[in-house]
């Protein structure tokens, strides 16, 4: 079965710092770009950044350049999200989601409060 | 960046036919945008119903296809169910990024 599960979520001060993982099971976990995507609560799905399959190229949306970085690392089946500088704004569910016929896992909550 | 619209909500009746549409400020939406297609219900995680404009996952029932209609990529359902109220988003990728639309509430009345 074709399984991805997000870990490393919480509750982060202003400023503060977070890795999420993204561990991939059940496929050929090089053979696909990944992306993360989140859901501020009530709110729609926001794209956040794409990797292409040999970790090459990268993509992020305007407002989390320069402070989040996305990263895989093949011999671990896994995704990565750095995110440094949190904000308030970056409240929400975080969910990796496999490229192609488009995989989902269940999302880590990431929660940016004083 | 750019903007893809949905319409913000819509109803259907029991067994009717709806369609959803997906465009792009860019222009024309194309098989170049790869247009997926995703299902929401409340408190679950989303999931994909068309990849790459019209292919379907193996979970997509067969009242829901996708297409490219008019500039724009599009989801109809055909004899909606009960079970279809939900939230529905496209994405379409884009040189150097990719772009959620902003959401489709579909009723089912």
């Known amino acids: 079965e074709m399984q991805l599960v997000e870990s490393g979520g919480g509750l982060v001060q202003p400023g503060g710092s977070l890795r999420l993982s993204c561990a991939a099971s059940?496929?050929?976990?090089?053979?696909?770009?990944m992306n993360w995507v989140r859901q501020a609560p009530g709110k729609g799905l926001e794209w956040v950044a794409s990797i292409k399959e040999d970790g090459h190229e990268k993509n992020y949306m305007d407002s989390v350049r320069g402070r989040f970085t996305i990263s895989r690392d093949s011999a671990q089946n896994s995704l990565y999200l750095q995110m440094n500088s949190l904000r308030p704004e970056d409240t929400a569910v975080y969910f990796c989601?496999?490229?192609?016929?488009?995989?989902w896992g269940q999302g880590t909550l990431v929660t940016v409060s004083s | 960046q750019a903007v893809v619209t949905q319409e913000p909500s819509l109803t259907v009746s029991p067994g009717g036919t709806v369609t959803l549409t997906c465009g792009s400020s860019t222009g024309a939406v194309t098989s170049g945008h790869w247009p997926y297609w995703f299902q929401q219900k409340p408190g679950q995680p989303p999931r994909t119903l068309i990849y790459?404009?019209?292919n379907k996952q193996s979970w997509t029932p067969a009242r829901f296809s996708g297409s490219l209609l008019g500039g724009k990529a599009a989801l109809t359902l055909s004899g909606a169910q009960p079970e279809d109220e939900a939230e529905y988003y496209c994405?379409?990728?884009?040189?150097?990024?990719?772009?959620f639309g902003g959401g489709t509430k579909v009723t089912v009345l």
């Open positions: 989601l496999r490229d192609q016929t488009g995989i």
């Open positions: 994405l379409l990728t884009y040189r150097g990024g990719r772009v």
């Open positions: 059940g496929f050929t976990f090089s053979d696909y770009w």
């Open positions: 790459d404009t019209s």
